[in-house]
């Protein structure tokens, strides 16, 4: 059996207060059962969609990585190198969030995703094609990494948030009601009890005074 | 209103303060070069361009001044039953069966959990969740 709550008073106010109590118990359960299954299906579109973008991430960084190998291996690592230092850096990513049932995850843009020759800032005539296809590939993994760091910051956000409804579903599930609908059945026995004793009480007054009776008139 | 009622509407307001504060018509949102709202949280909802594209490309262009943004999924076990949400409005309701491809007439609509998977995943920034539950 649950245990009862602490220091409670076997009284008929006591009880309409817990039954007003297990009452809204029950609602908020419903409530944050709700909450938690909304939560669960988020989780789960967005885990669907992380799979997809994280084998997308993985290949278009090896793809990157292969066309610098490329490019190393006909201009020379130094030279790749120099190139490398020579790059404006001006993809700026935007963060702006988007609520799901209360919890904030990010939506991250990045800007100006894909550069042109000029814009990316070295020199043409001292490299080669290799050099232009590993920036173009390296790009597109940037873009790639920015889509899967939203997905799995949301995830994580996602679960934290779920984690937390969970602990409180359970916590007025296992905890709260069975603990309130026993110290009802508590009080509600204390009360039957107490009527039953009174009700002895009455009786045996009533019997003695019948016999007080009786033997005066006797 | 008794004390739980009061109570159960503090719970309600706590829970649904990730819904705005005022919603946009369609036609202004477009318009925005960053669609966004504010909650009741105070915090700012932005729109994804390309989900408010394609919810103009769902409705006729006289249901683009109608349409306020975002869509409730409305959630309420206790009433609509486990795993049920309604959604409101003309063209809200036209939207979503235009998605679903789900016939529905009215201003008012029943959808389940995997429809509602269905919707969460094509408009994740044009609707919310709402719960509601019944008083008294």
Request: hydrophobic residues 40%; charged residues 35%; contains cysteine.
């Given at each position: ?93 935007n963060t702006v969030t988007r609520s799901i049932m209360g919890v904030r995850v990010p939506v991250l843009e ?40 939203e997905?799995?910051s949301s995830?994580?956000l996602l ?60 | ?17 990730h ?15 960053k669609?966004e709202v504010i909650l009741?949280d105070g915090m700012l909802h932005f729109f994804n ?75 994740p920034t ?11």
């Amino acid at each position: 059996m649950a245990e009862l709550i602490e220091s409670v008073n076997p009284t008929r106010m006591e009880l309409l207060k817990l039954k007003t109590k297990v009452k809204l118990a029950k609602k908020g359960h419903r409530l944050l059962k709700e909450k938690r299954d909304a939560l669960i299906v988020e989780f789960f579109n967005i885990l669907e969609e992380a799979r997809g973008i994280r084998r997308r991430a993985e290949r278009s960084l090896g793809d990157a990585f292969i066309a610098l190998i490329l490019a190393q291996s006909t201009l020379g690592v130094l030279k790749v190198k120099e190139v490398g230092l020579a790059v404006k850096e001006t993809h700026e990513v935007n963060t702006v969030t988007r609520s799901i049932m209360g919890v904030r995850v990010p939506v991250l843009e990045i800007e100006n995703e894909k550069r042109t020759l000029m814009e990316r800032g070295y020199s043409l005539s001292d490299t080669n094609y290799m050099v232009d296809e590993a920036a173009k590939k390296f790009e597109e993994a940037l873009a790639a990494v920015v889509e899967l760091a939203e997905v799995e910051s949301s995830i994580k956000l996602l679960s934290q948030e779920i984690k937390v409804t969970k602990r409180r579903v359970n916590a007025l599930e296992n905890i709260v009601m069975p603990r309130l609908d026993a110290t009802v059945k508590y009080i509600r026995m204390r009360l039957d009890e107490m009527e039953r004793e009174n009700f002895f009480k009455l009786k045996r007054i009533k019997t003695s005074q019948e016999r007080k009776e009786a033997e005066a008139t006797a | 209103m008794d004390r739980i009622d009061r109570l159960l509407s503090r719970q309600l307001q706590s829970m649904n303060r990730h819904l705005a504060k005022e919603k946009k018509v369609l036609e202004q949102l477009l318009k925005e070069e960053k669609p966004e709202v504010i909650l009741h949280d105070g915090m700012l909802h932005f729109f994804n361009k390309k989900e408010l594209e394609l919810i103009a490309r769902l409705l006729p262009e006289e249901n683009h001044r109608i349409l306020m943004l975002p869509i409730y999924i409305e959630l309420n076990s206790s009433k609509f039953g486990k795993g049920t949400a309604r959604v409101c409005g003309i063209s809200e309701v036209m939207v979503i069966s235009k998605l679903l491809d789900k016939k529905a007439e009215g201003d008012e609509m029943f959808i389940y959990r995997p429809e509602i998977r269905i919707i969460r995943k094509k408009l994740p920034t044009t609707t919310q969740y709402m719960l509601t539950a019944t008083l008294g």
